[in-house]
């Protein structure tokens, strides 16, 4: 070497300064060959083995979830269709009114045969099926003698009346049993569903994703490694000019509601905004330099989203143990792609909270209708007979039923009205004590055998809307009569403070879930949205409530424990002064 030319030591430092950046280049394309192959496999055994646990658990509950439920529903209703039928028969007397009760019969029967199926593969509901079975057995027992009474004659449909008090008692039992068991069915379908269906739809995507990622980096390094480490220089001066740019636009940014993220084109974070942080539930520190699929795991939810909604859709992402809905959009350019979430929860929830409303309206509108259809029948019909306290009973039933179509509209006008701050208070001085008393009075007349008392002391006097105030107690009172069972204790009491007047309505019933006791006066809120329970309303008393005494100054609160009783008070300030 040391009697070499200088031309040829030159030579020979350039082919041991080539070969082993050749000899790099190959072992990295051999390597990232292998890891591509790899990848290709495991994208493949990963979705054969996902579609086999899929279908596995698809056998399961299609064949036991979904019929269980099913079966339970309709089963409700068919039985409510003949209650109602044999009702309307013992009413009106019209053969024809049993129709729907001929046609439930065969598909209470087949539903019921469906649940004894199901219990083969489920044994753990088979004492509740059996239960519900004798239930059934007993009611249509109880509905083959009422029709039986009322088709021999007036004597007979008189006792088949009578004897309304013990059909209704066998149709509760019924519908807590079904209730029970429907329950039941929800929840192994809720299971179901997110056991599998979840599990299922985000591991292949998150595993085809990851692969197809990869997979399209490892092409990506394969094909273009050698001409991209050329342009290093000049994308790093591009990117600090960039920089230079966006940190213009990061400022304005840092000022905006919705999230917003940018990506670059090997989708790694570049920019995090504080809205991100709130909404996503992620650092800026932590999110910054990684790559997006990382800091987002539901990222394929969002892109699935886009491209089938585009810009716009609506996408539930998991926070907190909670899904919340976001619109997504994306802007793509030349250095990657900006990605928006705007958090549209609040709005999610009052459009199921409408379509709740809409749902029990409807049913709380029907039952006073059906019965106001069918007294009005009766009365029209020719051939009935001249029965004077037939004839008040029914008058008493259209005016009961008309007055509860009434309170129903008169809410939904109120709310209304709250919504749009048009509801103005008529304020003046109102004797509490006197109010109570003419709201106890009033009540009385429904209440047996429940028991209401008034604790008031004289000369307690409020600056308040008279009639508001009262529609808040009347309203409490009825909630508190609905829920309480009988011969228990009601009590409206009445207490001066130093700082205005309280109002508590105290009752002994069933009490109100501690999760419930959150959202009770939430608009739309039912804490028994399936009406299981057999109370009605309509989900507008309570935020009525408090938004009148909220305008009157007051504040309103519940205290309850279920199976204990509940305690609304309602604070008033003192009177103004003069």
Known sequence: MANQPPAAESRNETEETVDPARTARRRTQLALGVMLALLIVLAGTATFAINRLYQTGENRYVKEAFPLRNNSRDLILQMLNEETAVRGYLITGDRASLQPYEQARPVAADDLASLKRLTLRRPEIAADVAELRRSVRDLETYFRGQ????????????????????????????????????????????????GQRDTYRRTLVLVLATAAGAAAIGIALLLFLPRR?????????????????????????????????????????????????????????????????????????????????????????????????FGVSESRFAEGRVIVLRDVTAEQQLDRARTEFLATASHELRTPLTAVYGAVRTLRRSDRPDEPELTDRLLAMIEQESERLTAIVEQILVSAQLDRRALHLDRQTCDLRELCESVIASAELRAAPKVLTLDAPENVFVECDAARLRQVLVNLLDNALK?????????????????????????????????????????????????????????????????????????ISVRSRPGEGSTFDIHLPKRRPR
Do not use: C
């Not at 088949?160 to 509760?172: E, I, V």
């Not at 011969?487 to 007047?501: A, E, M, N, P, Y």
């Not at 959150?518 to 804490?527: L, P, Q």
């Open 483 to 555: 829920y309480s069972p009988g011969g228990t204790r009601i009590q409206l009491r009445v207490r001066q403070t130093s700082d205005g007047v309280d109002v508590e309505v105290i009752d002994d019933g069933i009490g109100i879930p501690d999760d419930a006791q959150k959202r009770i006066f939430d608009k739309f809120y039912r804490a028994d949205p399936d009406m299981l329970t057999g109370v009605g309303g309509s989900g507008l008393g309570l935020y009525i409530s408090r938004e009148l005494i909220e305008q009157m100054g007051g504040t």
């Open 147 to 194: 029709i039986a009474l009322v088709a021999s004659g007036r004597a007979g449909q008189l006792r088949a009346q009578h004897n309304l008090p013990a059909g209704k008692a066998r149709f509760d039992r019924f519908r807590v049993l079904a209730g029970s068991l429907l329950g039941r069915a929800e929840q192994i379908v809720r299971s179901a569903e997110r």
């Open 229 to 325: 480490m050329g342009l290093l220089y000049r994308r790093e001066r591009d990117a600090r000019r960039a920089a230079e740019r966006g940190d213009r636009a990061s400022r304005a940014l840092a000022h905006v509601d919705d999230a917003v993220v940018l990506l670059d084109l090997d989708d790694t974070v570049r920019y995090w905004n504080p809205a991100a942080v709130t909404s996503l539930g992620v650092t800026e520190l932590h999110a910054l330099g990684r790559p997006v699929r990382e800091v987002i795991p539901q990222l394929a939810l969002i892109e699935q989203a886009l491209v089938r909604g585009g810009q716009g859709a609506m996408v539930p992402l998991a926070r907190d143990g909670a899904d919340r809905w």
